[in-house]
């Protein structure tokens, strides 16, 4: 059924709700400059590098830094981030995304992760799913950012199979485009009118069903 070879997941946000530390690791931040943030400027954050994200918040504070004070921001948000993560378990996986992950590997498909935080390999242990992902793309093996194609590319060649028999998945605007670009079909986590680029939407990884996903894919082509 189907030719869909590969399935390449975005970490945060679709397998486990780390958008939602780096959220509240961003906004610690943010409070401390006296620069408003709330989660509509944060969506603009999503699947975007560390520093691109910092350097949209510095925008907002109408200052200038310089380099120093920047890689020190960024380090401070890190060390944020890096605390909420600490306690991250196996719970932790998003209701539904271990079953499909399990399913697509039953069918044969090779699957991937496509993430754009440095942290990625720690959090993939924590919640002890590497045995799940036939290869793992994150932000140090890759130049250009999301909505660059680069890190989905980088990830299809890694499995080797054509990007056109790829799925990708993400809950970030900037990585469905990443999606697109690279010529995958693009399966978005969220919100419609965020993620409408994508050729299925979804609200939760509860929803996704390889069943479904054959048939979105097949009526694409
Ligand atoms: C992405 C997240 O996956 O990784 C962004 O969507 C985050 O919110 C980015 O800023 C970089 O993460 P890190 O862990 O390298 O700072
Ligand atoms: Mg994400």
Same mark, same amino acid.
Do not use: F, M
């Given at each position: 059924m189907g030719s869909i070879k590969a399935v390449i997941f975005d970490l !945060?946000?679709?397998? @486990? !709700? @780390?958008a939602e530390y780096h959220f509240l690791a961003w906004k610690k931040l943010a409070d401390d400059l006296d620069v408003p943030f709330d989660r509509e400027f944060n969506e603009k954050l999503k699947g975007i590098g560390r520093m691109e994200s910092l350097e949209l918040i510095l925008e907002k504070s109408g200052k200038t830094f310089s380099v120093e004070e920047k890689e020190r921001l960024a380090s401070r948000k890190n060390e944020h981030y890096r605390t909420l993560i600490?306690?991250?378990?196996? !719970?932790?996986?998003?209701?539904g995304i271990r079953g499909f992950i399990k399913e697509i590997k039953k069918e044969g498909i090779v699957t991937g992760l496509a993430s754009a935080s440095k942290n990625a390999p720690f959090v993939i242990k924590r919640l002890k799913i590497e045995d799940l992902l036939d290869t793992v793309v994150d932000a140090?093996?890759?130049?250009k950012g999301k909505p660059d194609p680069e890190i989905f590319l980088t990830a299809t060649k890694q499995l080797g199979v054509e990007p056109a028999k790829c799925v990708g998945v993400e809950d970030a605007k900037a990585g469905v485009q990443a999606i697109k670009r690279a010529g995958m079909f693009a399966v978005g986590i969220g919100d419609q009118n965020t993620l409408s680029e994508a050729d299925w939407i979804v609200s939760?990884?509860?929803?996704?069903?390889l069943h479904e996903l054959y048939q979105r894919y097949q009526n694409s082509n």
């Open positions: !945060d946000g679709v397998i @486990t !709700d @780390t600490q306690r991250i378990t196996p !719970d932790d996986l998003l209701p140090t093996k890759v130049e939760a990884p509860a929803e996704l069903s």
